[in-house]
Structure formats: structure tokens, C-alpha cells
């Protein structure tokens, strides 16, 4: 019984998580991600240049989740996660959930 009320969490959070993320606007995103180009591409490709990796093509959720670690403290809070170090402060300019969901939204439509 356990396990099935841990799998119906599970997958209604992803269910919501998903579905909260198709709330956003891309054209907006596409203006807030001008700054995130500087590493990760003007199309998200990625610049290995810059240690930035692709994030078009990844799931919107992981690329969520690794927004809310960053911006929380979770990634780049350790001297030895030099990445972490520089994306941290890059993700406090998404300063609400819903630029995070535009930047998200944008990233989805470069597939």
C-alpha cells in the first residue's frame, strides 16, 4: 500500500510539475534566455568554450529542477562545484516561477 501512495505522489507531482510548465510564454522566454545564451548558445545548444552544456532537447522538468538547485543553494554553495559557482548566481535572474516557466517553454520549443 506504500508503495503505490509513494508511486501515485510521484507521478501526480510529475503530472503537475508538467503541466504548470506549459503555462509559459515563449516569446517572453525567449528574452529572458538572452542572458543564458552566453553559455549555453543562442539556441541551446551549448558552448563547451563556456562549460556550458545543451539544454535544448532536455526535458523541461530536469531543467527545472536543476534551476530550483541552483537558485536554492543545493548546486553551486560548494568551493569545489566550480560550475555550480557560476550558474548560482545566473539563476537568481529568474526572479519568479513564471520566468522560470517562460525560459522553460522557450527552451521546449527549440526540440
Not at 16 to 31: F, I, P
Not at 32 to 52: D, I, Q, R
Request: hydrophobic share 45%; net charge negative; with cysteine.
Amino acid at each position: 500500500m506504500l508503495i503505490a501512495l509513494t508511486a501515485f505522489v510521484v507521478i501526480a507531482s510529475v503530472f503537475w510539475s508538467v503541466n504548470s510548465l506549459a503555462a509559459g510564454d515563449t516569446v517572453r522566454g525567449e528574452a529572458l534566455y538572452a542572458v543564458c545564451a552566453t553559455c549555453h548558445g543562442p539556441k541551446g545548444e551549448g558552448m563547451e568554450e563556456m562549460n556550458g552544456p545543451a539544454l535544448a532537447g532536455r526535458e523541461a522538468w530536469y531543467l527545472k529542477r536543476q534551476l530550483e538547485n541552483f537558485k536554492s543553494g543545493v548546486r553551486g554553495g560548494d568551493s569545489r562545484d566550480i560550475y555550480g559557482l557560476q550558474m548560482a548566481p545566473m539563476a537568481q535572474l529568474l526572479q519568479d516561477e513564471q520566468a522560470v516557466a517562460d525560459v522553460l517553454a522557450y527552451l521546449s520549443s527549440l526540440r
